[in-house]
């Protein structure tokens, strides 16, 4: 007896553990990349065991699954930071998401039979409304559920799970570098491009819609590329001044 109840102490502490990580994960997740934790803090387990009221096995655990993701870093002194955001790989975020979003986009059109217009419609809604708010963060929910609705209406499993991906990993890119750099010109634009875009998958236009998601991730990389380039140190006279005269 003593036996079966051990093993079921221990059972049940492994569930606990299990539960515990995955609630550090999900909400750690979250908060890097919404930006709540800054690319590059370091990590305070002993804080976070005492935020969600457990031990330190299942943070490291949770740990872990960030690191996966590429969420997190360990480094050498056994220090674990929010990763940070580099430049050398944003080129191969941007070709990435451009691939799997055209691909998404023309499957979306092929099946567009299955397309729910009232949900399609109702979230292209929410997009053009909040755009118009100028409400970055909102405007950026509302835009990767319209991106998860196409890339569920592709039919492909695949294909959304690493569309899916691909949305995640640009959500700290588009909240640093793009969402504060496109002017109401550029919004006011991909407001009419996402008419255009979910028209022409309704419709069934493979090619149509393909273009102009093609555009609309040119522009988007445009904009983020804008956002890097000096704003002002190109205008500086740094000619030595002459402080000979009048002193």
Known sequence: MNTISESTDIAEKSRKHRRGSLQVYESMREDILW??????????????????????????????????????????NRTTIVAPLLLDNTGAYLDTYL???????????????????????????????????????????????????????????????????ILDAGIRTRILHYYPNANQDDLQKVSDDWNALVASIRNGRVDDADAIMTSMIMAEGEIIVRALRPKYGQDMNITTPNFSSGV
């Open 35 to 76: 930006l709540r934790i800054d690319p590059g803090s370091a990590i305070d387990e002993v804080a976070l065991a005492e935020r969600f009221k457990i031990s330190r096995t299942p943070i490291r655990e949770a740990l872990l699954l960030l690191s996966g993701d590429d969420l997190v870093k360990f480094l050498p």
């Open 99 to 165: 691939i799997l979003s055209r691909a998404v986009v023309r499957s979306a059109a092929l099946n567009s039979h299955c397309c729910e217009e009232a949900d399609l419609q109702r979230r292209l809604a929410l997009v053009q409304s909040t755009i118009k708010a100028s409400n970055a963060k909102p405007a950026l929910r509302a835009d990767l559920e319209l991106r998860r609705c196409l890339g569920a209406l592709s039919g492909n499993e695949f294909q959304q799970k690493f569309f899916n991906n």
